[in-house]
């Protein structure tokens, strides 16, 4: 059997530690080998005890904490995309729990190819849009 891919999840928090401990722990539980994924929880400026949590969470899964001035979730998760060392990446937010399956049912979706589109289909539209054009042209000449 193939290995699985390796997952970074990253985690955008901020003055959350409540929710941030919630979603650390969910992730201590998820049922994926340990070694195939990271968490990555980034710091959006926050002034409560959230980097103690990380701290704490050593004895989990792979986590690290990446910090930044305040600027927004999105940022946040931009950051933290750009310190990920995994194949894939997984977002979730700090108020979420995910369930022990998640990353089993993302790479699942990863596994399976691409449908591949139906050739005549593809002709035929290209045919229609160009009879489209056409019309739009006042040719139909041609």
Wanted: include cysteine; charge should be positive; glycine fraction near 4%.
């Amino acid at each position: 059997m193939p290995r699985p891919p390796f997952f970074s999840i990253v985690v955008p928090t901020c003055d959350r530690p409540r929710q941030l401990a919630a979603c650390l722990q969910s992730l201590a539980r998820l049922d994926y080998p340990r070694d195939r994924f990271e968490v990555i929880v980034v710091d959006d400026g926050t002034t409560t005890a959230a980097p103690a949590l990380v701290v704490e969470m050593k004895a989990g899964p792979d986590v690290r904490l990446v910090r930044q001035p305040h600027a927004g979730p999105a940022a946040a998760r931009n950051l933290g995309a750009s310190h990920a060392r995994g194949s894939l990446l997984a977002f979730t937010d700090d108020d979420c729990a995910p369930a022990p399956d998640w990353l089993w049912a993302l790479a699942a979706r990863f596994e399976r190819p691409e449908p591949k589109p139906h050739r005549r289909l593809a002709r035929r539209a290209d045919a229609e849009n160009r009879i489209r054009w056409r019309k739009r042209q006042g040719d139909m000449s041609k």
